[in-house]
Antibody
Framework: EVQLLESGGGLVQPGGSLRLSCAASGFRFSDYAMSWVRQAPGKGLEWVSYVLNGLRTTYYADSVRGRFTISRDNSRDTLDLQMNTLRAEDSAIYYC?????????????WGQGTLVTVSS | VLTQSPATLSLSPGERATLSCRASQSVNTFLAWYQQKPGQFPRLLIYDASNRATGVPTRFSGSGSGTDFTLTISSLEPADFAVYYCQHYYNWPLTFGGGTKVEI
């Protein structure tokens, strides 16, 4: 059974930093592309960032490019999101999501999410 | 940009639900639908515009190509009252529609 367990969320002041992590299990992590998707309270879904399985290919939403960095460690089956210069509009539940494959960019597995609140 | 309509659909169990997703440019058939219930993460329903994901009941069907897509729930069951999102994967950035809430 695929399991994605996010951690690292919390309350941070505007301009601050936070690092989210996702521990994956139940599948061959190195075979799949991964993304982060977020959802502000009471709002819709927003794709944030993507990393390919074995290569260093990454993509970012315009809203986070230059502030967020996605990375993965295939030896530890973990996915990270380093978030810098955080803004109030970054407040959301952040989901770690598994792509169906390296080239099919929709999501068949989601974590429970970790809540990030950016507020003074 | 993906635009979903209506924003809210008020129906009764047993009725047919028709949800629309319109893309600002062609996405071919690179479109997925998800269902999200309160307090839960989204669940994949449909991919490639018309293929049901594993375990999805046959009352859910998807259609369309290019810019106009439809998710149909043939006969609503109580468990189907939720928010539905479409998502394209034609190119980067991936985007979601704003969602349609199906309420009783």
């Amino acid at each position: 059974e695929v399991q994605l367990l996010e951690s690292g969320g919390g309350l941070v002041q505007p301009g601050g930093s936070l690092r989210l992590s996702c521990a994956a299990s139940g599948f061959r992590f190195s075979d799949y592309a991964m993304s982060w998707v977020r959802q502000a309270p009471g709002k819709g879904l927003e794709w944030v960032s993507y990393v390919l399985n074995g290569l260093r290919t990454t993509y970012y939403a315009d809203s986070v490019r230059g502030r967020f960095t996605i990375s993965r460690d295939n030896s530890r089956d973990t996915l990270d999101l380093q978030m810098n210069t955080l803004r109030a509009e970054d407040s959301a539940i952040y989901y770690c999501v598994k792509h169906v494959s390296s080239w099919q960019h929709f999501f068949d597995s989601w974590g429970q999410g970790t809540l990030v609140t950016v507020s003074s | 940009v993906l635009t979903q309509s209506p924003a809210t659909l008020s129906l009764s169990p047993g009725e047919r639900a028709t949800l629309s997703c319109r893309a600002s440019q062609s996405v071919n058939t690179f479109l997925a639908w998800y269902q999200q219930k309160p307090g839960q993460f989204p669940r994949l329903l449909i991919y490639d515009a018309s293929n049901r994901a594993t375990g999805v009941p046959t009352r859910f069907s998807g259609s369309g190509s290019g810019t106009d897509f439809t998710l149909t729930i043939s006969s609503l069951e109580p468990a189907d009252f939720a928010v539905y999102y479409c998502q394209h994967y034609y190119n980067w950035p991936l985007t979601f529609g704003g969602g349609t809430k199906v309420e009783i």
